[in-house]
């Protein structure tokens, strides 16, 4: 099995399949009854709309995660900054999806460290209590990759993690000025 990661942003294609999932995205959040996911529509939002802040947003990198070439997942990656937790974190790991075909099979085990390793530096990753699959699933991938060399708490119902990724390094330029 290979599995890869690439700019979703690179092919109308990548757009069109992240569309195609995101109802079951939100189906899978639904339950976690967190209140921070709204009913879409019930504020204005709609589901477009939505995505297109996602695709919008030169602050996030958001991936296309692939196995075999075939699309099956996303990952949004946000960048530091003042809407963050009180740790100092380069990067988060603001979604993180993987369609349900394609669920325990290891794709997302293996996902992860392609992009851990693409964004290395200080990141933070938050999942709730209300979803231990979710937090199963941090755990194990984080403690494998850093080999046990991460913090985690406990803070109001979410579980945080913060570690470093790799050596830090320059990262890929945001996708509002990468060469295509």
């Known amino acids: 099995m290979t599995v890869s990661v690439r700019d979703a942003r690179s092919l109308p294609a990548d757009r069109r399949w ?6 079951d995205y939100l189906d899978d959040l639904a339950p976690l009854n967190t209140g ?6 019930e504020v204005g ?3 477009p709309d939505q995505l297109t802040r996602w695709f919008a947003d030169s602050s996030a990198h958001l991936l296309l995660i692939l196995k075999s070439n075939v699309p099956t997942g996303f990952a949004m ?9 009180r740790a100092a974190a380069d990067y988060r790991m603001a979604e993180f999806f993987i369609a349900r075909p394609y669920r325990r099979l290891g794709v997302g085990r293996s996902a992860v460290p392609l992009i851990l390793d693409r964004f290395a530096g200080q990141w933070e990753i938050v999942e709730y209590q209300r979803n231990p699959g979710a937090v199963n699933f941090w755990r194990r991938v984080v403690s494998a990759y850093t080999r046990g060399n991460y913090q ?7 579980v945080h993690q913060t570690f470093v990724s790799g050596n830090p390094r320059c990262d890929p330029p945001p996708p509002s000025t990468a060469t295509r």
């Open 152 to 158: 985690e708490r406990v803070v109001n119902g979410e």
């Open 77 to 85: 990656i946000s960048r530091g900054g003042p809407a963050f937790s």
């Open 18 to 23: 992240i569309e195609s999932v995101y109802r």
């Open 45 to 47: 939002h709609t589901e």
């Open 36 to 41: 921070i996911f709204p009913v879409l529509g």
